[in-house]
């Protein structure tokens, strides 16, 4: 049964940091396009950062480069989003996503993703 489970959110205020990690199931962790959405409330959900679980390939929205980390544990078949210096701007419900395939990261549509999780809640006061 394919599996994502997300864990790390909480509330925090501006400036501080906090760490989502999502497990895979084995089948959809290898060769798989990952990648964490956001979705503030009245607003349309946005892909944030994805990662090619082969080669530990990243990139990241704009609005987050340089503030935020993806890492990956292989044996634990997880990555892992560290989110620093996060703004009140940064809040919402983060979706952890997976394409399982053989080639890469060639898109942050939604639409282009076939698992998803249940989501975590991102809290970030001024």
């Known amino acids: 049964q394919v599996q994502l489970v997300e864990s790390g959110g909480g509330s925090v205020q501006a400036g501080g940091s906090l760490r989502l990690s999502c497990a895979a199931s084995?089948?959809?962790?290898?060769?798989?396009?990952m990648g964490w959405f956001r979705q503030a409330p009245g607003k349309e959900r946005e892909g944030v950062a994805f990662i090619y679980t082969d080669t530990g390939s990243t990139s990241y929205a704009d609005s987050v480069e340089a503030r935020f980390t993806l890492s990956q544990d292989n044996a634990k078949n997880t990555i892992y989003l560290q989110m620093n210096s996060l703004k009140p701007e940064d809040t919402g419900m983060y979706y952890c996503?997976?394409?399982?395939?053989?080639?890469?990261?060639?898109?942050?549509?939604?639409?282009?993703?076939?698992?998803w999780g249940q989501g975590t809640q991102v809290t970030v006061s001024s």
């Open positions: 996503a997976a394409k399982p395939l053989r080639s890469g990261c060639f898109s942050r549509a939604q639409s282009y993703f076939d698992y």
């Open positions: 084995v089948y959809t962790y290898s060769s798989a396009c």
